[in-house]
């Protein structure tokens, strides 16, 4: 059984985004997870290619993290 890895996180009051993987040296696979209020979504990267897995959800991690802090910003 893997466990879970925390890579990266960011969190405002209630809300939060947050960048996850499996401990599997193989086919590793990656979450992005964010709450905003009532809205809760997350994201799975689970191809068989791991390192791909990485680079798309590390993209979309910091895609989500701009919109998350520029819409607070702006608010």
Do not use: P, Q
């Not at 890895?5 to 969190?11: G, H, Q, S």
């Not at 696979?29 to 799975?44: F, M, N, P, Q, S």
């Amino acid at each position: 059984m893997s466990r879970i890895k925390v890579i990266d996180r960011l969190d405002n009051d209630n809300d939060f985004i947050e960048l996850t993987h499996n401990s599997s040296e193989d086919h590793r696979v990656y979450r992005v997870e964010i709450k905003t209020g009532e809205a809760h979504w997350d994201e799975w990267f689970t191809t068989l290619d791991g390192e791909l897995n990485g680079r798309l959800a590390r993209d979309k991690f910091a895609e989500l993290k701009e919109e998350f802090f520029t819409r607070k910003v702006m608010a």
